[in-house]
């Protein structure tokens, strides 16, 4: 691939400026928005909203940010002025190890196995077993069909 002059670099930043950052900004929005730019083009990673693997994200044409995920079949487009910015307050703010690390958290809490069967699943309304007695929490049903083991949900104080 060969390499852009610096007149193609010149042209390219003023697109991205023209359709991304648009003529009413002031110079710290137009810093901020040209360094995600920046960090897309050193390799910055965002994780799939469906698997939670790092993928590259990539500038389009028009100098938006986008990033696909080919074994979940996604494709992440980010639209408009407000979304560009607030996807480059999200990077700035965290890095992808963090991100990944919020993600986690989430599956460690929401998650449960089935100590029966050990099948996997996520927590969800339908599945809640409470005590007749008392109506507290019990846990929460194994969805497999030839499970009904309940699984209990503790509670981190």
């Known amino acids: ?33 040209l360094r995600l730019v920046l960090a897309i083009a ?48 999200l990077l700035e703010r965290a890095t992808s190890e963090s991100v990944l690390a919020r993600f986690n958290e989430i599956e460690r809490r929401y998650r449960l196995t089935c ?7 996520w927590i969800e309304p339908g599945l809640i077993r409470t005590s007749l007695f008392d109506g507290y929490l019990k846990g929460f049903r194994c969805p497999q069909p030839d499970c009904e083991y309940i699984v209990s949900w503790e509670v981190e104080s």
């Open 1 to 33: 691939m060969r390499g852009r002059t610096s007149a193609e670099k010149v042209q390219t930043e003023r697109r991205i400026t023209r359709t991304v950052i648009g003529p009413r900004r002031s110079a710290s929005q137009i810093d901020r928005i």
């Open 42 to 89: 050193r390799g910055r990673r965002f994780p799939c909203p469906v698997c939670t693997e790092p993928r590259d994200i990539r500038l389009a044409k028009n100098g938006k940010p986008y990033l696909i995920c080919d074994p979940c079949g996604i494709q992440l487009f980010v639209r408009g002025r407000v979304g560009v910015e607030r996807f480059a307050a």
């Open 115 to 121: 100590p029966s069967c050990g099948h996997q699943f």
